[in-house]
């Protein structure tokens, strides 16, 4: 199961940070990565870590801006989102896969949580 929550309402060059907290599966196994949706979209990949956190992958469109990292201690997942903009409005997603992190971004990961909404406004 995975659990993720962190998300609100931000004004425009705000910031916030999700949390994805696993349970029930050996979450060092797993590459982690979040994903989103936004109205009238299709979900779209975010970011990826490996298993350890050595590896990291992001869209072009969040790279410098969003920070995924993770705690196999805590079986936690984050996402530290910084500089947001209204375009980054959406149900975030994270997901879990035995996948690389370049994989993920491209194929449907094994397992989702429930989504968690952020709004950023202008």
């Known amino acids: 199961q995975l659990q993720a929550f962190g998300g609100g309402l931000v004004q425009a060059r705000g910031s916030l940070r999700l949390s994805c907290a696993a349970s029930?599966?050996?979450?060092?196994?797993?590459?982690m990565g979040w994903f989103r949706q936004a109205p009238g979209k299709e979900r779209e990949f975010v970011s990826a870590i490996g298993k350890s956190g050595a590896s990291t992958y992001y869209r072009d469109s969040v790279k410098s801006r969003f920070t995924i990292s993770r705690d196999n201690a805590k079986n936690t997942v984050y996402l530290q989102m910084n500089s947001l903009k209204p375009e980054d409005t959406a149900v975030y997603y994270c997901?879990?896969?035995?996948?690389?992190?370049?994989?993920?971004?491209?194929?449907?990961?094994?397992?989702w949580g429930q989504g968690t909404q952020v709004t950023v406004s202008s």
């Open positions: 029930g599966l050996t979450f060092s196994s797993y590459t």
């Open positions: 997901a879990a896969d035995r996948s690389t992190v370049q994989a993920m971004s491209v194929s449907p990961a094994t397992y």
